[in-house]
Antibody
Framework: QVQLVQSGPEMKKPGASVKVSCRAS????????VHWVRQAPGQKFEWLGC????????EYSHNFQDRVTITTDTSASTVYMELSSLRSADTALYYC?????????????WGQGTLVTVSS | EIVLTQSPGTLSLSPGERATLSCRAS???????LAWYQQKPGQAPRLLVY???HRATGIPDRFSASGAGTDFALTIRRLEREDFAVYYC?????????FGQGTKVEIK
């Protein structure tokens, strides 16, 4: 069965960077794209970006363009999301999610979420 | 970016009742570019519907969805206890993809 397993919670200071991992199993890793979405307390879900796991091609939200980097390690079937210049507003639950069709579509499987807390 | 507005914010219903949730987009969406998710406390969202009206694998047929342009709806024909949760719409027509703020379906 398809599973996306994310790394554990992170606590960071303002200005630092965080790198969250998402290990995929149960499907051909390079055949699907993976997205990153976050859910801050009381806020809407926000889409950060996505990556085609087979080619490494990425697309980012203009809201995070300069701060987010998504990469893959195909040998480990793992996707990484790095967010830099952290501020308190980045405190949120970060999810990876598999694209259900191709590249810019809906999310058919989700990771369990990684809590990132930014505090001085 | 496209803003999705869901209504109502909270729906208080009893098991067996029908629930109708609305999602309105700030601009017209291309055909089949809206999805719906269900989220329960402490869990990741679960895909219910994609391409406006296609149920995801394993989703019971009491869930149905429809719409076009700027107005979309999710209907739960007869609520079961497991359906009480928060529901989100999501557009993937235009980058950045965006979500509604959610509708909570609670037990009356």
């Amino acid at each position: 069965q398809v599973q996306l397993v994310q790394s554990g919670p992170e606590m960071k200071k303002p200005g630092a960077s965080v790198k969250v991992s998402c290990r995929a199993s149960g499907y051909t890793f390079t055949a699907y794209s993976v997205h990153w979405v976050r859910q801050a307390p009381g806020q809407k879900f926000e889409w950060l970006g996505c990556i085609k796991a087979g080619t490494g091609y990425t697309e980012y939200s203009h809201n995070f363009q300069d701060r987010v980097t998504i990469t893959t390690d195909t040998s480990a079937s793992t996707v990484y999301m790095e967010l830099s210049s952290l501020r308190s507003a980045d405190t949120a639950l970060y999810y990876c999610a598999r694209d259900g069709y191709s590249f810019r579509y809906y999310f058919d499987f989700w990771g369990q979420g990684t809590l990132v807390t930014v505090s001085s | 970016e496209i803003v999705l507005t869901q209504s109502p914010g909270t729906l208080s219903l009893s098991p067996g009742e029908r629930a109708t949730l609305s999602c309105r987009a700030s601009q017209s969406l291309s055909v089949n570019t809206l999805a719906w998710y269900q989220q329960k406390p402490g869990q990741a969202p679960r895909l219910l519907v994609y391409a406006t009206g296609h149920r995801a694998t394993g989703i019971p047929d009491r869930f149905s969805a429809s719409g076009a342009g700027t107005d979309f709806a999710l209907t739960i024909r007869r609520l079961e206890r497991e359906d009480f949760a928060v529901y989100y719409c999501h557009q993937y027509d235009t980058s950045p993809q965006t979500f509604g703020q959610g509708t909570k379906v609670e037990i009356k």
